[in-house]
């Protein structure tokens, strides 16, 4: 199945989700047409699933990032927390197609924040004990800075945008 997936998430990002038919992800994934429809009944089915893993996994790696973090973890975790939102560009990117041609985008939207949110309020709760009380404000504020690293940070060129998105998302983890 994942082979499947990882198919229509290339062809997606190359035709969006109206231009893509279940014939082309079954060709690129090399799976029979029949076989496709008995695991995905529409493409839509498809891209669902894809958005589904991609969230799943992205919030995945916060869980696993709030397990390891430490008191007073600054800069470490400033480029760990970056390092995820940079990270999987090429799906993020097709993610954002497959958000925006859903109906109940709005509804899923504001979802998938308050739960990357929690976890970065966790987080940052974590990394500095004595500033709980304006986490969830600062999670807010780090939240958005991270959801626009990878428009700001698209190549090894932007080293200099990345270096000071750095200092931005340590000043936040950090403040007391």
């Avoid at 970056?82 to 985008?105: C, F, M, Q, S």
């Avoid at 940052?124 to 500033?131: F, S, V, Y």
Wanted: hydrophobic share 45%.
């Amino acid at each position: 199945m994942a082979r499947i997936l990882d198919a229509a998430g290339a062809v997606f990002a190359e035709k969006g989700v109206d231009g893509t038919t279940m014939t082309e992800i079954a060709a690129r994934s090399g799976t029979a047409i029949g076989s496709l429809y008995r695991f995905f009944p529409t493409k839509e089915s498809i891209a669902a699933t894809l958005l589904e893993r991609f969230i799943h996994d992205r919030l995945a790696v916060l869980d696993q990032l709030c397990e390891a973090v430490q008191p007073g973890a600054g800069e470490e975790l400033a480029r760990a927390l970056l390092d995820v939102w940079l990270d999987k560009r090429e799906e993020r990117d097709y993610t954002t197609l497959l958000l925006a041609a859903r109906p109940d985008a709005e509804h899923h939207t504001a979802q998938w924040r308050a739960q990357f949110q929690g976890r970065v309020v966790r987080i940052l709760e974590k990394a500095e004990p004595r500033a709980q009380a304006s986490a969830a404000a600062r999670g807010v504020v780090l939240l958005h800075l991270l959801k626009l690293a990878p428009q700001l940070v698209r190549s090894e060129a932007d080293r200099d945008v990345r270096t000071e998105m750095e200092k931005l998302v340590l000043g936040l983890v950090n403040a007391a």
